[in-house]
């Protein structure tokens, strides 16, 4: 029941050949009268991706924001930043921001810059955190598209 | 015929890139980058974390050294050896303290929108370090380690 949908993947050139295969953002909302949740699927960056996510969050009054980064495969510092930014704000407003679901490498991103422990998160996908993280290529399991 | 062994010197190559300071550049020279490095990695992990560390590195480079100024210039090079791959990037801001840019994170107290994309180089870089005020970045990261 997705009533709406931002979908920034799929460049075409003139002749309609598509030059990007890899799904930069698609954000679904499903909107109930108390609660929107916005389902994020491809990566959350620096640039269109995040201003896109802020917009679409930004525009919602719901008492009840949730976020879901179940496809969410690839999340940068700024897309961090826009979660802390997002849970600010829903504060100021008096919204609930809540994330779920979120895949194993957002949930490693947020546990090692200490985001989880803000960030009202749940059913995130057991991140396996160790102490020396360095030369791991921990990010090995972010892509999964 | 006989083939003499190639030495270290002549395995390394190197590349030099110059890019506009501006956000929109931003994508394209990442890519630029990724299309020099990519026959060199040897799994996807590795791909991912150049593509993050790059991302990171030049947005660094484009909103703090440039002022997102595309009359400024971002100057980097690539030089890559049997053992490592080694990433300079330039720019010609005034520079920073990169120690003090992620203490809040580090402490697990950065509730702000920015200060976490040194944090996420380190993690992801064997060596990350700033010269020159902060100016100049060098990334290194085995290749052995990380295949």
Same mark, same amino acid.
């Not at chain 1, 896109?52 to 009054?61: D, N, P, W």
């Not at chain 2, 590195?57 to 049997?82: M, W, Y």
């Not at chain 2, 200060?115 to 380190?122: D, K, P």
């Given at each position: 029941m997705g009533l709406a949908g931002v979908n920034l993947c799929g460049l075409?050139?003139?002749?309609?050949?598509?030059?990007?295969?890899?799904?930069?953002?698609? #954000?679904?909302?499903?909107?109930?009268?108390?609660?929107?949740?916005?389902?994020?699927?491809?990566?959350? #960056?620096?640039?269109?991706?995040s201003e896109?996510?802020?917009?679409? /969050?930004?525009?919602?009054?719901e008492a009840s924001l949730i976020l879901d980064l179940s496809e969410v495969h690839t999340m940068d510092a700024a897309g961090l930043g826009l979660l802390a930014e997002l849970h600010c704000m829903a504060l100021r407003r008096n919204q609930a921001l809540r994330i779920v679901r979120a895949s194993r490498p957002v949930c490693e991103l947020m546990a090692l810059t200490s985001l989880h422990a803000v960030l009202d998160v749940s059913d995130c996908e057991e991140a396996e955190?160790?102490?020396?993280?360095?030369?791991?290529?921990? /990010?090995?399991r972010y892509m999964t598209a | 015929?006989?083939?003499?062994?190639?030495?270290?010197? $002549? $395995? +390394?190559?190197?590349?030099?890139?110059?890019?506009?300071?501006? =956000?929109?550049?931003?994508?394209?020279? +990442? $890519?630029?980058?990724?299309?020099?490095?990519?026959?060199?990695?040897?799994?996807?992990?590795?791909e991912i974390d150049f593509f993050l560390t790059l991302q990171?590195?030049? =947005?660094?480079?484009?909103?703090?050294?440039?002022?997102?100024?595309?009359?400024?210039?971002? $100057?980097?090079?690539?030089?890559?050896?049997?053992?490592?791959v080694v990433i300079t990037i330039r720019d010609p801001g005034p520079g920073f303290d990169p120690y003090g840019a992620t203490?809040?994170?580090?402490?697990?107290?950065n509730l702000t929108t920015y200060?976490?994309?040194?944090?996420?180089? +380190?993690s992801l870089m064997d060596e990350v370090n700033y010269l020159h005020r902060g100016t100049e970045l060098?990334? +290194?990261?085995?290749? =052995?380690?990380s295949a």
């Open positions: 075409t050139n003139g002749n309609g050949i598509q030059l990007r295969k890899k799904r930069m953002l698609r #954000v679904d909302i499903h909107a109930l009268p108390q609660a929107a949740t916005l389902r994020c699927t491809g990566r959350i #960056v620096l640039g269109m991706e896109t996510l802020r917009c679409m /969050a930004e525009s919602r009054s955190l160790d102490g020396d993280r360095k030369g791991s290529c921990f /990010a090995g | 015929m006989h083939v003499t062994p190639r030495t270290e010197e $002549q $395995q +390394r190559i190197s590349k030099e890139f110059a890019f506009p300071g501006d =956000a929109e550049s931003l994508a394209s020279s +990442r $890519q630029a980058m990724m299309d020099f490095l990519t026959p060199y990695f040897s799994n996807e992990a590795q990171e590195a030049l =947005a660094n480079a484009v909103f703090h050294g440039c002022q997102n100024d595309p009359s400024k210039t971002i $100057q980097c090079r690539i030089e890559i050896d049997p053992s490592a203490q809040a994170t580090e402490e697990g107290t200060g976490r994309g040194i944090f996420l180089m +380190r060098h990334l +290194r990261k085995l290749r =052995a380690a």
